[in-house]
């Protein structure tokens, strides 16, 4: 059985070097020791990710995150302190430990520590044993919609995992549903490289210091791809004055606001009521898309900032 509730089970697979998918409060991810590069050659080959796409290095606490970045300005030590478990990714100055094999060769690292109790579990009885870090990609296929539960790991690298060795952690449900804000913490200002649900504005609460927002999009952040996060069904944006006058298609689908009308001639696959649910909800419903087979599905995108912003990133790479 690759799929298990059980931590212990868990800490003996990565200890041995096998693989554990990880349920995190942002996606899955599909976890290695982080310091066996066997095992993370395996998860870029699972993946079927080029290997110069950095991972992040998931850890317990934010002691953990410091044996793998050696330096942070006094602004992202208070970020991590305060986010912490919780959906942020922080990329800084590397140690020796992070290895050319999971910076993609860049003299960065990308950490977090992730909010899952399973997880957290895992980590900590890991670090009891030495092991001091997890690269976790999403643990999909490359350019593929990010995992939201056990299942949709299964189905996307299930046949790439060894049903004797490697494990699926089922957590249930991720609870926010959109990868985590990855923030550069290398100079005086916190750049965010890929926007989530810890927006640019609770950036600047927490530290008192200015974020910049414009991403020149880095290559080295594949979410930042121009196509990314994408079903097979076509994804296309339309704003809601628009929906009245859609070309009508067979097997179009809609995922709008609850609070705005179905269309005649499509299939209402997503009506959640607030952001929130929009986007813990984004990713299933466009794999249940894929499931019952539509060709075309139409995305009203959620108005407004912040959280909203993050999910009309992802509709926008779904839609490419
Ligand atoms: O919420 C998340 O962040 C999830 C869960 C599993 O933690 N993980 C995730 O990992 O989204 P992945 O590999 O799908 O995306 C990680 C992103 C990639 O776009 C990668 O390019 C970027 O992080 N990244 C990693 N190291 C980096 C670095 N040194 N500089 C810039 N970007 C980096
Ligand atoms: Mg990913």
Known sequence: MLITTDVTKAVKAIASGHLCAIPTETVYGLGADATN???????????????????IVHVA??????????????????????????????????????????????????????????TLDLLNQ????GI????????????????????????????????????????GQCAVGLESTIVLATGDQPIILRPGSLTASGIEEITGVKVITNNNESPRVSGSLASHYAPNAKVIIVDEAELANLEVIKNAGLIA?????????TYRIGSPRTSVEF????????RNADDLDLKVVYVVPPPGSGLAQAILDRINRAAN
């Not at 030590?77 to 430990?97: F, N, Q, S, Y």
């Not at 999909?140 to 299942?151: I, R």
């Not at 606001?257 to 001639?265: K, V, W």
């Open 37 to 55: 590069p066997n095992a993370i050659s395996r998860v870029f080959v699972a993946k079927g990710r080029p290997t110069d796409h950095p991972l």
């Open 126 to 129: 890991l670090n009891v044993l």
């Open 61 to 118: 606490n934010v002691t953990a995150a410091y044996e793998w970045v050696s330096e942070l300005p006094e602004w992202a030590t208070v970020l991590t302190h305060a986010v912490w478990p919780g959906p942020l990714t922080i990329v800084a100055k590397r140690t020796a430990l992070a290895t050319d094999q999971i910076t993609g060769g860049q003299e960065t690292v990308a950490v977090r520590v992730p909010k899952h109790p399973l």
């Open 279 to 286: 986007a813990r909800e984004l990713y299933s419903t466009l």
């Open 257 to 265: 606001l609850a609070a705005i009308p179905t269309l005649r001639y």
């Open 132 to 171: 001091i870090g997890l690269v976790a990609p999403s643990a999909n296929t490359f350019g593929h919609v990010s995992p939201t539960n056990a299942n949709h790991v299964e189905h996307d690298l299930g046949e790439y995992l060894s049903a004797h060795e490697d494990l699926i952690l089922d957590g």
